[in-house]
């Protein structure tokens, strides 16, 4: 079974920046793409951004564009999410999984522990 480790969350004000990482199990890049999704309280999984692991391109939700750089270390298994100008709404529980949408990462297993992001004023 895949596994995926977050980390990196925390807490930060309107406009500050944090990098979240993504630690994948052995092969799970393998698949193709890998994204992060969020959860905000009350809410259901949403999908923030993924790459393509072959050539690096990628694709974010129309809220977080510009403000938020995805990558991906094929060596060591990892992803990571650079957020820069942080906004009250980005606050929530960031998971990562296989695939670019929800319904394609919740096939491959449940979801990690995530890593929390807090953003207030």
């Known amino acids: 079974q895949l596994q995926f480790v977050e980390s990196g969350g925390g807490a930060v004000q309107p406009g500050g920046s944090l990098r979240l990482s993504c630690t994948a199990s052995?092969?799970?890049?393998?698949?193709?793409?890998v994204g992060w999704f969020r959860q905000a309280p009350g809410k259901g999984h949403e999908a923030v951004s993924c790459?393509?692991?072959?050539?690096?391109?990628?694709d974010y939700a129309l809220s977080v564009k510009g403000r938020l750089t995805i990558s991906a270390d094929k060596a060591k298994n990892t992803v990571s999410l650079q957020m820069n100008r942080l906004k009250p709404e980005d606050t929530a529980v960031y998971y990562c999984?296989?695939?670019?949408?929800?319904?394609?990462?919740?096939?491959?297993?449940?979801w990690g522990q995530g890593t929390q992001v807090t953003v207030w004023s």
């Open positions: 999984g296989i695939g670019c949408n929800e319904v394609t990462a919740q096939r491959f297993g449940p």
């Open positions: 052995e092969g799970a890049l393998d698949y193709g793409s």
């Open positions: 790459i393509t692991i072959a050539d690096g391109s990628s």
